[in-house]
């Protein structure tokens, strides 16, 4: 396994200055907006840390880059000024923004480090994230507390770090890249948003009376026999690692891969390979049920698809299920041809149905009991948002995890310090079952990973 980046030992120390509010640059509607059915579940009710990393660029001279970006912000706010208000909640646990225009929360900081300090392999976790993301007190609350809390970080070397939270309940991957894009539009020049954002949530609305008319074994009432269930209340230390799924190591997975599967996605074997490999380093019973949980972009199994622009959450969780012993012991295409079944379900009806369970059912929450969620962020882009200096050196989410469910995981673009192009995976796994789960993967890429995957800072989370 190869020795940890220079990362792993980085501390450096951030000077913020006092969190301010961001409001839109021109008045905005005062209205209440309900959130959709599917918006408005339980297992949503979290914040996504997102982190991008930008060099220093000859071409913007002395520009701040924290006026530039506050400024751009504060426009964009004016297109997407339901982020401006504040989470409400009804009757039945129903959410709704209440459209206050009073904005976001905003954070200017320097950091005592350059962009060269962390390192050729930024990918999570990163060194004092922490530092570079403040934690205002009170800002995971999901209900009367700004939308999204920002900091924007100057570096030594004249580059930036942006990090952000944005509340799941109001977008998706897909929702927020399109806020991103607004926003780094706006910060290039532009004076409107070259796609209109949509609001439309009544599209996603449970119906008159709900009726459940799909297979929903993603909330299935689960017994827990606390094994192979990653939440951070669990007694052991947990630790994060990302892995790294260049042209090799997915060429190596496409060998396993049997005939008629053999048109698969990049998506569907890294899924694949992560469920057969963490259900073997959590050591589950042969007769357990695991699940794996895609998550599936549902705008266009619509007819009409969902607007262009619409932000909402349009995700379904549909749920491969299968006993440890038939997922370890099958040969690896057993596993690749459940995950291709089951995103296979994902239809217009399918999300009217859970949409009307989420009212049936209270807003209840996926199982977490001996499962995980993966979804594939590449086709959001992080990477290319540009306020104009250039690409993202890192873009994408700052971790694995959904809330405190530590089950879920997020594939996404990411060129490695060799320059390749591929998928970076970060996981949470107690610390005996990362080392077991990383063996796993060496046998499956037939040991060659250990010259291309990377560990980079590892830490351990006391809860």
Not at 108 to 128: E, I, Y
Not at 202 to 228: F, Q, S, W
Not at 354 to 375: F, Q
Request: with cysteine.
């Amino acid at each position: 396994m190869a020795s940890p980046s220079p990362s792993s030992s980085l501390t450096f120390t951030v000077r913020r200055c006092q969190p301010q509010l961001v409001p839109p640059a021109l008045p905005t509607p005062r209205e209440i907006k309900l959130l959709s059915d599917i918006d408005d579940q339980l297992g949503l009710r979290f914040h996504v840390p997102v982190i991008q990393i930008y060099r220093k660029q000859a071409s913007m001279g002395e520009r701040d880059p924290v006026e530039v970006l506050r400024q751009a912000l504060s426009q964009t706010l004016v297109f997407y000024y339901p982020f401006a208000g504040r989470l409400r909640e009804g009757p039945h646990r129903k959410l709704m923004v209440d459209c206050t225009g009073e904005g976001v929360m905003f954070i200017q900081a320097h950091a005592d480090v350059t962009l060269d300090q962390f390192g050729d392999s930024l990918q999570p976790p990163f060194p004092c994230f922490h530092e570079l993301l403040y934690d205002v007190p009170g800002s995971q609350e999901i209900t009367n507390n700004p939308i999204l809390l920002i900091q924007v970080t100057r570096l030594r070397c004249g580059g930036f770090i942006l990090a952000f939270n944005f509340n799941h309940t109001m977008c998706d991957g897909g929702g927020v890249s399109s806020f991103m894009n607004a926003w780094a539009e706006m910060a290039r020049g532009a004076t409107k948003p070259s796609i209109a954002p949509v609001w439309r949530r009544e599209l996603l609305m449970a119906r008159h009376p709900p009726r459940i008319t799909c297979h929903h074994r993603e909330y299935e009432h689960v017994p827990d026999t606390n094994k192979g269930t990653i939440t951070s209340n669990n007694d052991d230390h947990m630790v994060h690692r990302s892995f790294f799924f260049g042209p090799t190591q997915v060429a190596a997975i496409r060998r396993l891969v049997p005939p008629h599967l053999h048109k698969c996605s990049t998506f569907d074997l890294i899924t694949a390979c992560l469920w057969r490999c963490r259900t073997k380093a959590l050591q589950i019973e042969a007769d357990e049920d695991v699940r794996m949980m895609v998550i599936v972009n549902a705008r266009g199994r619509f007819n009409p698809p969902l607007p262009v622009g619409y932000y909402g959450n349009a995700l379904a969780f549909p749920a491969a299920v299968t006993t440890a012993g038939k997922l370890c012991e099958n040969p690896f295409g057993y596993a690749l041809e459940l995950i291709n079944k089951v995103k296979g379900e994902v239809t217009e009806e399918y999300m009217h149905s859970v949409a009307d369970l989420m009212v049936i059912k209270e807003r209840c929450s996926y199982t977490t009991i001996r499962s995980c969620i993966t979804s594939d962020l590449t086709r959001a882009r992080f990477r290319e948002v540009n306020f104009g200096w250039g690409e993202a050196v890192y873009g994408g989410l700052a971790r694995g995890g959904a809330g405190r469910f530590l089950g879920a995981s997020f594939q996404m673009s990411h060129k490695n310090a060799k320059g390749e192009e591929g998928i970076v995976l970060p996981i949470w796994l107690p610390a005996e079952a990362m080392n077991r789960f990383a063996k796993e993967l060496d046998d499956m890429f037939g040991n060659q990973n250990q010259t291309t995957i990377t560990i980079v800072f590892i830490y351990t989370l006391l809860e």
